[in-house]
């Protein structure tokens, strides 16, 4: 399920973070954060009243992410991508302003792959 045996290089997370428009990105969701390798850039980058929610399946991940890092913006949450407005609704979240995955594709049912984020109301 983790898909990979090295971490996103600096490279890649400058690269990928580089297109996020951070002043208004109020709630940022990462599927699949793993260590928290691009959890930690994003949160370097984030305003400080944003919100950060990580969703991993792998419930040692999340309790890494709660003990290594110390920022109350950060909601690491044990449970699977493809619950997302589930996760989201019952923390009383709106809908994500960004969404970054590091989810491996190559493990994911074809449904669950294809499955087009909510779109947002009003
Ligand atoms: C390749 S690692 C990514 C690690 C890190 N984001 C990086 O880029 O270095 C993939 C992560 O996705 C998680 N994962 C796999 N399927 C998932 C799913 N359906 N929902 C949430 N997380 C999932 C795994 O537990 C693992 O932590």
Redesign the pocket.
Same mark, same amino acid.
């Given at each position: 399920?983790? !898909? @990979?045996i090295i971490?996103?290089s600096k490279i890649l997370i400058d690269k990928m973070l580089g297109r996020v428009d951070w002043e208004n990105t109020k709630l940022f969701v990462?599927? !699949?954060? !793993?260590?928290g390798?691009?959890t930690r850039p994003i949160l370097e980058r984030m305003a400080p009243d944003a919100k950060l929610v990580t969703?991993?399946?792998?419930p040692e991940?999340t309790s890494y992410l709660k003990e290594s890092i110390d920022d109350e913006r950060l909601v690491p949450v044990t449970? @699977? =991508? =493809?619950d997302v407005e589930k996760i989201l609704s019952d923390r009383g979240l709106p809908d994500a302003d960004f969404v970054l995955s !590091?989810?491996?594709f190559s493990?994911?049912p074809p449904v @669950?792959a294809t499955r087009s984020p909510r779109r947002r109301r009003g």
């Open positions: 399920m983790v !898909g @990979s971490p996103s990462e599927y !699949g954060p !793993g260590v390798t691009f969703i991993d399946t792998n991940f449970g @699977s =991508a =493809a !590091g989810l491996p493990t994911l @669950s």
